[in-house]
């Protein structure tokens, strides 16, 4: 077998974060972990020491109270972490003053700006003063439909000092979409652009958002940011809306004020995908997010003081959450808006070699653009400075593994991730102790009790299954809004197996301790009762130079369930038997002769949710002749239509 794609230097393994944590535990709890295997299985053995530890050594600001820090421990849900803490999520990402770099912002190749933190802490102060005037206390919820842009992060910082509850999306979701959201949680405020740019074009949302404040009798008040400079003529078309400027203008930037709330006081309502419905609200706390993205940026992505933070996100996908934290480390975060491709494919390395970016974060689906594009960024592109790339959004493919090292960076860790919205963190990620094995998740997140189980709830040590996380974790949701007994949430995670977290996706573990997710447990195909995951798919057909893009599902057919493909072709390819038969043949070597589909059709686009993800379940029910419930949770709900009344499908 060939090894790994890379391997840590021992001295980048001294100079660790992780390396450090570890001297740090046996000066200070008397453990001897030796390794990152060692280190992890403390981390479960010892929850309660482990945390605590997290707490100390990324130096939480906040009281952290009496014992016990830990209650309830073998129950999921309804276990507590550190039920007598004190602490403030903002203040604890205020962690600076002066005039070094913050925030750098840059609008596709628009605007660039930068935020210092001084001028960071002074707009949080602005915002937290605006807020109290309208009367925003503890609870209230604040809303935004913003950019990825400095204004976002100061906005949501300042709605945190107060102990508000922050939720947003980007500014393209449609009316229905913000309000199946919005209306749910009935915010007090809302934060809005006046526009936004994307892939070079100019794209004005007032018309939009009057209707949006018009259906959201909760608003006091509504604040527009400029982007576009037509913040005040959008001001003026909106009900109870101010441009930025005369809306904070008033109030004198000074030292923020922080409210030290419970661990577990509301910080973020996050949200579902809602393609089969609407959208579920999920709650996060301030404590369980603040102590899980510490570590996993800390001691999984080795993240220090100074750091440049980069990914590419939308303010309506749980990695905006993860990156704005990235502040409590004292990292410089780098800010994208608009698109990746715009006004070349060249735009993100070009970010990364302008600001000398540390961390580059991204998505599987556009390292595999980049691979179409015939793009090389290591010929010309200097990014010396980049030492962690991470992808995450669906699997990264094991072919894409190669091309990151053959055509973007050599000396680089390479980190698949995924976890999602529903714990606005990972299950699994990297760690910098351990080498790259090709096309695998490097392991478990810490203090997370990660394995994956059979039909019936048994472990599996090899061969594919569920993945499940055995014992709480910090970052496990509060609940879900407007679900008073909590059903909602023990049926979303817990119905499946008891007192386990059922996270719905489709895994094996590795010989190396390391994970293959496989897709979404509830996509998978069944053809003659076989499970088969859609990534396993994607991969073989997606390296084909003719395919852009591929969706796969399973067509209830003649008592059973078959394999159908469907693919967008790059250039002037078309789908003839030629292709059909290369296909096959790709899928049938690749894979195994039960993932060849039994039929493979082209179409024009494909649907695709708010964060870029495609929704092989919307895609299934439109073949079946199924109503699609929600039809405003993607991005392009216009593609569904290529999908349904199939004359091929019908024999």
């Known amino acids: 077998m060939a090894g790994p794609l890379w391997k840590p230097s021992p001295d980048r393994i001294e100079r660790s974060n992780i390396a450090r944590f570890m001297d740090y535990l046996r000066k200070h709890n008397d453990r001897s972990v030796a390794d990152f295997d060692s280190l992890h299985a403390f981390s479960l053995r010892s929850s309660e020491d482990f945390w605590i530890a997290v707490w100390r050594f990324c130096g939480v600001k906040g009281e952290i109270g009496e014992p016990p820090y830990f209650a309830d421990a073998d129950k999921m849900p309804g276990a507590s972490f550190f039920p007598k803490a004190r602490l403030n999520f903002a203040e604890n990402l205020i962690a600076k003053d002066g005039d070094e770099t913050a925030i750098i912002f840059r609008g596709e190749d628009k605007v660039r700006r930068t935020l210092s933190w001084r001028e960071l802490g002074a707009e949080v102060s602005q915002f937290q003063q605006f807020f109290s005037a309208r009367g925003v206390t503890s609870g209230d919820r604040v809303a935004a439909m913003m950019p990825n842009m400095p204004e976002a992060v100061t906005a949501m910082l300042g709605a945190a000092s107060l102990g508000a509850i922050w939720s947003s999306c980007s500014p393209d979701f449609g009316v229905k979409s913000v309000l199946d959201r919005f209306g749910q949680i009935e915010p007090k405020i809302l934060v809005a652009c006046d526009g936004y740019y994307y892939n070079g074009k100019t794209v004005r949302i007032a018309d939009k958002l009057s209707e949006i404040v018009q259906a959201l009798p909760s608003l006091q008040a509504v604040i527009i940011v400029p982007y576009l400079g037509e913040a005040s003529d959008v001001a003026a078309a909106?009900?109870?809306?101010?441009?930025?400027?005369?809306?904070?203008?008033?109030?004198?930037?000074?030292?923020?004020?922080?409210?030290?709330?419970?661990?577990?006081?509301?910080?973020?309502?996050?949200?579902?995908?809602?393609?089969?419905?609407?959208?579920?609200?999920?709650?996060?706390s301030a404590g369980g997010t603040l102590l899980q993205h510490l570590k996993e940026h800390q001691l999984h992505c080795d993240l220090k003081s100074?750091?440049?933070?980069?990914?590419?996100?939308?303010?309506?996908?749980?990695?905006?959450?993860?990156?704005?934290?990235?502040?409590?480390?004292?990292?410089?975060?780098?800010?994208?808006?608009?698109?990746?491709?715009?006004?070349?494919?060249?735009?993100?390395?070009?970010?990364?070699?302008?600001?000398?970016?540390?961390?580059?974060?991204?998505?599987?689906?556009?390292?595999?653009?980049?691979?179409?594009?015939?793009?090389?960024?290591?010929?010309?592109?200097?990014?010396?400075?980049?030492?962690?790339?991470?992808?995450?959004?669906?699997?990264?493919?094991?072919?894409?593994?190669?091309?990151?090292?053959e055509h973007i960076k050599s000396d680089v860790q390479l980190v698949s991730i995924s976890g999602g919205t529903d714990i606005v963190s990972c299950f699994v990620l990297g760690n910098p102790l351990q080498p790259v094995w090709k096309g695998e998740i490097q392991g478990p997140g810490l203090g997370m009790a990660v394995d994956i189980f059979d039909e019936s709830g048994e472990p599996l040590k090899s061969g594919k299954g569920e993945l499940v996380c055995k014992t709480p974790f910090p970052s496990m949701p509060?609940?879900?809004?407007?679900?008073?007994?909590?059903?909602?949430?023990?049926?979303?995670?817990?119905?499946?197996?008891?007192?386990?977290?059922?996270?719905?996706?489709?895994?094996?573990?590795?010989e190396h301790g390391g994970i293959i997710i496989h897709g979404r447990s509830d996509a998978t195909l069944n053809p003659g009762g076989v499970r088969i995951g859609t990534a396993e798919i994607y991969r073989q057909v997606e390296q084909l130079d003719e395919v852009q893009e591929a969706i796969v599902i399973g067509q209830n057919?003649?008592?059973?369930?078959?394999?159908?493909?469907?693919?967008?072709?790059?250039?002037?390819?078309?789908?003839?038997?030629?292709?059909?038969?290369?296909?096959?043949?790709?899928?049938?070597?690749?894979?195994?002769?039960?993932?060849?589909?039994?039929?493979?059709?082209?179409?024009?686009?494909?649907?695709?949710?708010?964060?870029?993800?495609?929704?092989?379940?919307?895609?299934?029910?439109?073949?079946?002749?199924?109503?699609?419930?929600?039809?405003?949770?993607?991005?392009?709900?216009?593609?569904?239509d290529y999908f349904r009344n199939r004359s091929e499908l019908a024999s």
């Open 478 to 510: 509060i609940g879900f809004w407007n679900d008073p007994d909590g059903q909602k949430y023990h049926d979303a995670y817990f119905n499946r197996f008891d007192n386990i977290w059922h996270h719905g996706d489709f895994a094996e573990w590795t």
């Open 557 to 640: 057919w003649d008592n059973d369930v078959r394999v159908v493909l469907f693919v967008t072709l790059q250039g002037s390819h078309v789908l003839d038997d030629d292709l059909r038969d290369k296909i096959k043949q790709r899928i049938r070597e690749g894979a195994s002769p039960r993932h060849v589909p039994a039929k493979i059709l082209d179409v024009p686009d494909i649907p695709r949710t708010k964060s870029g993800k495609i929704t092989e379940l919307a895609v299934r029910d439109a073949v079946h002749g199924r109503e699609i419930n929600n039809r405003e949770a993607l991005a392009n709900p216009g593609a569904l």
């Open 238 to 284: 909106v009900e109870k809306a101010a441009p930025l400027g005369e809306a904070l203008g008033e109030y004198a930037p000074k030292p923020p004020q922080f409210e030290r709330l419970p661990f577990s006081h509301p910080l973020y309502i996050l949200y579902s995908s809602g393609t089969t419905g609407v959208p579920k609200c999920i709650v996060h």
């Open 306 to 405: 100074g750091d440049k933070l980069f990914y590419f996100t939308t303010c309506g996908w749980m990695m905006w959450n993860w990156l704005v934290s990235g502040l409590a480390s004292e990292a410089t975060l780098l800010l994208y808006d608009g698109s990746p491709f715009a006004p070349s494919g060249d735009a993100l390395f070009d970010y990364a070699q302008d600001e000398r970016m540390t961390i580059f974060g991204t998505s599987a689906k556009f390292i595999d653009a980049v691979k179409k594009a015939g793009l090389r960024p290591r010929e010309t592109h200097d990014l010396s400075s980049v030492r962690l790339i991470t992808s995450t959004g669906s699997p990264l493919a094991p072919e894409s593994f190669d091309f990151v090292y």
